[in-house]
């Protein structure tokens, strides 16, 4: 048996079919071209030599001994690196004074985080460079680390002394000055009047995207192009940036993302560990790798969210929000990654979700500290967002004594009011809350689950039951160029495909977007399929490789079918429309009689009619084709879609909590999604799991902690908590659809959905089973620990369950002097 379906014979439409994913056979049996599996000859192999210490000088490194090792064939550190070996680059920077430090691939003379490189140690074996690596000798001088992230935000401690602060960047949007809303003081400064103002403040902790395929690379210096084949979503990013930094000329670079284990948002970087493979190989000459442990990926691959929120939401007394207020400090680690500034700006525009508030704004510091640089993970700034307004919603709920879910309704934008443009700026152009949060009520039975809830409060029992909402919204698709220039980003979001027709009537597409388990082969054969008329079998698609897909923008921001697959059906079009005039050529009729449907070309009001396929050969063979017709069925084309795309869905879950030791069990978790039209409901499905456990993880399960001194003590799966299926429950995962205005499918984006939309969800059940017993936050993750300690902390009197930080609150006005 396979795992892929082997016929197609039925002439179902492709598009909404549950078709098992093309790729799953090589990637589930591993059967296939992982970066770490390509060997090259004469491959020498290179392991890295990482700092212990958060912060310190390097004052000497003695490589002698490690030199004179067995099949050692150089040693390099910091000092032996030139112009060539080229600087990590962020490519947004988000304010034009953004400070930003000089990322060397190795730096010379000071580490800023525990596994920053020192030294890389190139052997014939990579077990002979990993013990080579053990006898290279660095003295350090260890500096003061800037760790807490308020701490370092008034430069207690400053991460990168030679800068004289930490303060990054400090980014504000206010709907007053924008244009789109009200003033949010005077909002506030009324509602403590004669309303209701309720402030809190959330953490988000540091966590770590736990892919599966540890980063690899492989560079091969010996060919006509430079060849790169590096586990990343990023491929054509990753050429850019060489190119823009090493000065080898672009058309002499190929960077190659193979099949490709996973990413989160965790492979789209530019990394030290491409850049010094880059370098050796050029180097030495000869083809270089190299393969990172599981522990150097989880101390030295970026990491994510690591935020700290103030937020202050104002309504009237029966609950109609007026105003909202968020003051973030964002840590970015001890660089500033190729995007990760930017991630909180993403956050900025969600804060408002599906509600329409009259007044908001939005100021976040961004700050440097000696840990390991931040970038997007998962969601990306939006599940940062959701979680702040989804736990502002329920806290305001009890505020003003109303029910969470009609408070929501009272709040949020109605189907008949689309499109709308949102107090951030934004047009949402389709959606039904309703219809998605009726349905979600109904499967998850609310009304029968909120009175069992009553009675185990009433009875006292030990296990009470917790109910968490979470209606959300996003904005993915990162494309429109022009909006994201308008940021300051520094690339467009265009996405490009080709489709090559070829003359046996199959069919080749190449895509610009860069699958890493998303299954983008089978989703786009379906769109070709439909679209062409050709089985599914037929198309091929092709990716992941500059020299082939030569233009493209990658796979992030669950853009790819909404952008990328829009190319593609233009692309598809141009094919069919080049088709027309052989086939009313062959067929002796006019252009303007042609139709074409389901892979048919025919005489309109005849049965004379010729398949794609027919009209491919006859393309191919080229014996009669119109005067000046090319002899070929390929076509290019490149969608910048006008807009971004706004999913949304309604996420419910119920917990359980013993209330004696602090466990939480997940009881219920249903979600009702609306992601306009599905092209593969099989494909969406295992998204939205993924999606729902990545974002269970953040409430329940993960988190990256650093010790006092700035070591990463969660550096292995030992402690570092990734949930496995024995932790988790049956999901109920549905669909509302309303197709999206952006695109002609009418799709909206998936592949983040889950996370934005679940970690709130959790972490309201959490909070709500609890709140009788004077708990109103728990700190994430919701450990057993913190949870017993939250309830007995209250029943102490005294206790603050909020924030479970003993740091100061922070001051977004010092955030002002930058
Ligand atoms: N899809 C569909 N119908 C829709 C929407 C999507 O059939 N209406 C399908 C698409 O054709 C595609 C998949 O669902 O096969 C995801 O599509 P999309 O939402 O466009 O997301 P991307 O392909 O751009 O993937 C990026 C997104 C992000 S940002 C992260 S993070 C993430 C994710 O995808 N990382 C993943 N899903 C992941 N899945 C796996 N296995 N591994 C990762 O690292």
Not at 157 to 167: C, E, I, S
Not at 680 to 693: R, S
Not at 767 to 772: F, G, L, N, P
Request: with cysteine.
């Amino acid at each position: 048996m396979t795992l892929t379906d082997e016929s197609t014979t039925e002439s179902a439409p492709e598009i909404g079919r549950d078709r098992r994913r093309k790729e799953d056979q090589r990637l589930i049996t591993g059967r296939t071209k992982w970066t770490d599996n390509i060997v090259l000859p004469g491959m020498l192999h290179m392991s890295m030599i990482r700092s212990p210490f958060a912060h310190a000088t390097i004052t000497n490194i003695d490589t002698s001994e490690a030199k004179s090792a067995p099949n050692v064939v150089a040693v390099y550190t910091g000092a032996d690196l030139d112009e060539s070996a080229g600087v990590l680059i962020n490519a947004w920077p988000i304010t034009p004074d953004q400070v930003t430090p000089v990322h060397p691939p190795i730096p010379a003379d000071r580490v800023t985080f525990a596994g920053e490189i020192v030294a890389v140690v190139v052997a014939r074996s990579a077990a002979e460079a990993r013990d080579a690596a053990e006898l290279v000798d660095v003295d350090y001088d260890e500096l003061p680390a800037a760790l807490d992230l308020k701490e370092s935000a008034a430069d207690t401690v400053l991460a990168h002394p030679d800068l004289g602060t930490n303060k990054s960047a400090y980014w504000v949007f206010d709907s007053a000055e924008a244009g789109t809303g009200g003033d949010v003081e005077e909002a506030i400064a009324k509602a403590r009047v004669d309303g209701v103002v309720v402030e809190k403040e959330f953490r988000q902790q540091r966590l770590i995207p736990a892919f599966m395929e540890p980063r690899s690379v492989v560079v091969d210096p010996t060919g006509e192009q430079l060849t790169m084949w590096s586990a990343t979503q990023v491929p054509h990013i990753v050429r850019f940036a060489l190119a823009a930094t090493t000065g080898v000329p672009e058309s002499k670079i190929r960077v190659i993302a193979p099949d490709v284990g996973g990413g989160f948002g965790g492979k789209l970087q530019v990394t030290p560990e491409e850049w010094i493979a880059w370098w050796v190989a050029r180097q030495v000459h000869k083809p270089v790798k190299y393969t990172e442990t599981r522990s150097e990926s989880l101390m030295a691959a970026h990491h994510g969210r690591d935020q700290w929120q103030k937020l202050t939401l104002s309504a009237e007394k029966d609950g109609t929000v007026t105003g909202f207020k968020v003051e973030l400090l964002a840590d970015l680690g001890s660089y500033i990654s190729v995007v990760g500034g930017g991630v909180p700006v993403l956050g900025a525009f969600m804060f408002n979700s599906i509600y329409k508030f009259p007044a908001y704004h939005f100021a976040c510091q961004t700050v440097l500290t000696n840990k390991a640089w931040t970038d997007a993970y998962r969601g990306a700034g939006r599940p940062e967002a959701t979680f702040g307004i989804e736990r502002m919603m329920d806290e305001l709920a009890v505020a003003v004594g109303a029910e969470p879910m009609e408070l929501r309704q009272k709040n949020w934008i109605t189907h008949e009011e689309f499109p709308f443009t949102t107090v951030a700026g934004l047009e949402y152009d389709s959606g039904n809350y309703e219809a998605a949060t009726e349905q979600a009520m109904a499967n998850f039975g609310y009304d029968e689950l909120r009175a069992e809830q009553k009675q185990r409060r009433d009875a006292g029992d030990p296990i009470q039951l917790g109910i968490g909402i979470s209606t959300f919204t996003e904005m993915c698709g990162l494309a429109p160029s022009r909006v994201l220039g308008s940021l300051d980003y520094g690339a467009g979001g265009w996405e490009h495909a080709s489709v090559r027709m070829l003359a046996t009537g199959t069919v080749e597409i190449i895509t610009g977007a860069s699958a890493h388990g998303q299954g983008h082969e089978t989703a786009f054969s379906q769109i070709v399929a439909d679209r062409l008329g050709v089985p599914f079998e037929a198309v091929e698609v092709l990716h992941g490789d500059t020299a082939i897909a030569s233009k493209g923008l990658d796979t992030y921001g669950s853009r790819s079918l909404v952008v990328g697959g829009e190319a593609l059906v233009k692309a598809v079009d141009k094919v069919i429309e080049k088709a027309k005039p052989v086939a009313a050529h062959l067929l002796e009729a006019s252009v303007d009689d042609i139709d074409f449907t389901a892979g048919q070309f025919t005489v309109a009001g005849t049965d004379q009619g010729l398949s794609i396929q027919e009209i491919a050969m006859a393309t191919f063979a080229a014996h009669n084709l119109p005067d000046g017709m090319e002899p070929s069925l390929d076509s290019d084309a490149t969608f910048d879609p006008i807009n971004f795309n706004y999913p949304h869905g309604t996420h419910l879950c119920a917990v359980e909590i013993d209330t004696e030791t602090g466990q939480v069990r997940m009881r219920k978790y249903t979600c009702v999604d609306d992601i306009g039209t599905v092209i593969n409901p099989l494909i969406v499905e295992g998204q939205v799991h993924g999606g729902l456990v990545q974002g269970i993880a953040q409430a329940l399960f993960e988190e990256a902690v650093y010790d006092d001194a700035g070591t990463l003590v969660s550096a292995s799966f030992v402690d570092y908590l990734v949930p496995t299926a024995a932790d988790l429950i049956h999901f109920d995962v549905s669909h509302k659809s309303t197709p999206s205005l952006t695109n002609t499918l009418g799709t909206k984006g998936v592949g983040e959905a889950g996370t934005i939309a679940s970690t709130p969800a959790v972490v309201n059940a959490v909070v709500d089973a609890i709140r009788h017993l004077g708990v109103d936050d728990v700190v994430m993750p919701c450990t057993p620990e913190r949870v017993w300690r939250a309830i007995n902390d209250s029943k102490a009197g005294g206790a603050e369950p909020t924030t479970g930080d003993a740091a100061p609150h922070f001051d977004p006005s010092e955030g002002e002097a930058r």
